[in-house]
């Protein structure tokens, strides 16, 4: 399905009936990394997924796409699918959309989690390799996809996974330039919420990999003390609904049935 959004088009899917989960992916990724587990929760669940801006097949909105921009977008879609307040599902950079979109409604949702992702700003050292990022994919953008998502798994799972691996480059693959560079501006200057997520009294969890290569786990514990916020560790890297999804269905399951 999609919507009409600013001159664009968004993607987007709904599927099951129940308490709304929203989820939203990460950076080079689109709502088909979802499947396994929209699968796994629509019997009991309205699952939406929604391509975020510039990935999938959503069009590209600006030249920078903030997680605000983002989560705008994502409030456009609930406004003509659900009647209920959502509890928000983000990967990584979908983390970020969801924070953002916490600041901007905090009266909109009942409950968030955050998978491979954080509260915390980019330091200036990220926000300096995000700038070196985006040269670097202006010059080769399917050499940089590539490299970018085997690094997201632990070391020693890249063997272990490489046909799931295969998969996610090829449709990081289908990610437009501007799609690409919008997004890495955008999480370069995204907001500290730490406050935001601190201030948040309903259901809230961080799902954080030991072994993740882009988020150092220490940050992780160090932000669930900080933010009051409960933290699940599993095995793996960045990709835990594909390193470790078992654990991952069962640990979300056990969340939602809080909610």
Same mark, same amino acid.
């Given at each position: =399905?999609? /919507?009409?959004?600013?001159?664009? +088009?968004i993607?987007?899917h ?7 989960l929203v989820?939203?992916?990460?950076? /080079?990724?689109?709502?088909?990394m979802?499947n396994?587990?929209?699968?796994y ?10 391509? /975020? /801006? ?5 069009d ?7 997680m #605000? ?6 409030k456009a ?5 659900i009647?209920?307040?959502?509890i928000?599902?983000?990967?990584s =950079?979908?983390g &970020? *959309?969801?924070?953002? &979109?916490l600041?901007? %409604?905090?009266e =909109?949702?009942?409950? !968030? *989690?955050?998978?491979n992702?954080?509260s915390?700003?980019?330091n200036? +050292?990220?926000k300096i390799n995000r700038s070196?990022?985006?040269d670097? *994919?202006?010059k080769n953008?399917?050499?940089y996809t590539s ?8 070391? #020693?799972?890249?063997?272990?996974f490489?046909?799931q691996?295969?998969?996610i ?5 289908k990610?437009p330039l501007?799609? !690409?560079i919008?997004?890495? +501006?955008g999480?370069k200057?995204?907001?500290?919420h730490t406050?935001t997520?601190?201030? %948040?009294?309903?259901?809230? !969890? ?16 160090? +932000?669930s003390k900080?933010s009051?916020t409960? *933290?699940?560790? %599993? ?11 078992? #654990?991952?269905?069962k ?6 049935k809080k909610?």
């Amino acid at each position: =399905m999609t /919507l009409a959004y600013k001159g664009i +088009e968004i993607n987007y899917h709904i599927s099951g009936k129940g308490t709304p989960l929203v989820f939203l992916h990460g950076f /080079l990724e689109n709502s088909t990394m979802w499947n396994d587990v929209v699968s796994y929760f629509s019997e009991t669940h309205a699952c939406i997924t929604i391509d /975020l /801006l510039g990935h999938g097949k959503t069009d590209c909105l600006g030249y920078i796409h903030r997680m #605000e921009d983002m989560a705008e977008a994502v409030k456009a879609v609930l406004d003509i699918t659900i009647t209920d307040k959502p509890i928000l599902i983000g990967h990584s =950079m979908g983390g &970020y *959309v969801s924070l953002a &979109y916490l600041d901007l %409604f905090p009266e =909109m949702i009942s409950g !968030i *989690v955050l998978l491979n992702s954080t509260s915390f700003p980019d330091n200036e +050292e990220r926000k300096i390799n995000r700038s070196r990022a985006i040269d670097i *994919v202006k010059k080769n953008p399917n050499a940089y996809t590539s490299m970018a998502i085997a690094n997201l798994f632990a070391e #020693e799972n890249r063997s272990k996974f490489s046909d799931q691996i295969e998969t996610i480059k090829n449709e990081a693959s289908k990610t437009p330039l501007q799609g !690409i560079i919008s997004a890495l +501006e955008g999480m370069k200057i995204r907001k500290d919420h730490t406050k935001t997520l601190l201030n %948040f009294k309903k259901q809230k !969890i961080i799902f954080a990999g030991e072994k993740d290569p882009v988020l150092p786990y220490q940050q992780n514990l160090k +932000e669930s003390k900080h933010s009051k916020t409960d *933290v699940i560790s %599993f095995k793996g890297g960045h990709m835990s609904y594909i390193e470790n999804k078992e #654990e991952l269905l069962k640990s979300l399951h056990q969340f939602l049935k809080k909610s």
